[in-house]
């Protein structure tokens, strides 16, 4: 993953453009694809990396909050969906994070709400259940809004795993697991395979997107540099 030390326009510019990666002994090799993205936010803010690092880390946050929200909007019941919201943002694990500056988990906590919303949706489980129903609704997409759907998805997990590789691996884990988990609970089995089916091409995406640093993911220091 890219750490708070490359949050610098220098230190984007120069690696970037050189092709020299300085962790341990240093060695010329494909640069995380995150430093392209740092570098323009950089120009956006005038080089004010500070800003942009804080703005990051608050826009994550906030993020993780909205995309629960979104995701627990399948209840009718409006205390449901705020009890959720509630829930998931006293978990202290975003605030731990930023204490200890761990990018991958304030980044998954960020997008991964985002990701099973999106993948539910693109399985076709209807946006809300009724009060008087425990069975869910299943309204398949037509298919140019479900082709729009796996793009969102592919393209989140591509630009988050810029930054954090482990995004796509967590992406296609809990996204299979969510989309099982329900067709095991009695829900269907074709909503549960387009979830999983979604979840390999949000991976395969975000790995081709990511060429050539994401050859590196299969490196045994690919996770942590």
């Not at 494909?30 to 004010?48: H, K, S, Y």
């Not at 800003?51 to 880390?57: K, L, N, P, W």
Request: aromatic share 8%; hydrophobic share 55%; charged share 10%.
């Amino acid at each position: 993953e890219i750490s708070t030390r490359d949050w610098s326009s220098d230190v984007c510019s120069s690696d970037l453009l050189s092709g020299w990666w300085d962790r341990g002994l240093g060695v010329t090799t494909a640069q995380p694809t995150g430093l392209v993205f740092i570098g323009l936010a950089g120009i956006v803010a005038f080089a004010q990396m500070a800003f942009v690092q804080t703005a990051a880390i608050i826009g994550l946050v906030l993020a993780g909050w909205l995309g629960m929200a979104r995701l627990g909007a399948v209840t009718a019941n409006q205390r449901a969906r705020l009890v959720g919201v509630v829930v998931y943002a006293a978990v202290p694990l975003p605030y731990a994070a930023v204490a200890s500056g761990r990018t991958a988990a304030l980044v998954i906590y960020g997008v991964l709400p985002w990701v099973l919303y999106l993948g539910r949706r693109i399985s076709g489980l209807g946006s809300v259940l009724a009060e008087d129903s425990d069975d869910e609704t299943v309204e398949h997409p037509a298919t140019r809004e479900r082709v729009a759907l796996i793009a969102k998805l592919v393209l989140l997990v591509a630009f988050t795993a810029a930054f954090v590789p482990s995004v796509a691996v967590v992406a296609l884990v809990a996204l299979c697991i969510f989309s099982a988990a329900g067709a095991l609970a009695g829900g269907s089995w074709r909503a549960a395979g387009l979830g999983i089916a979604a979840a390999v091409v949000a991976f395969t995406g975000a790995v081709v997107l990511n060429l050539p640093w994401s050859l590196r993911w299969i490196e045994p220091d690919g996770w942590i540099s």
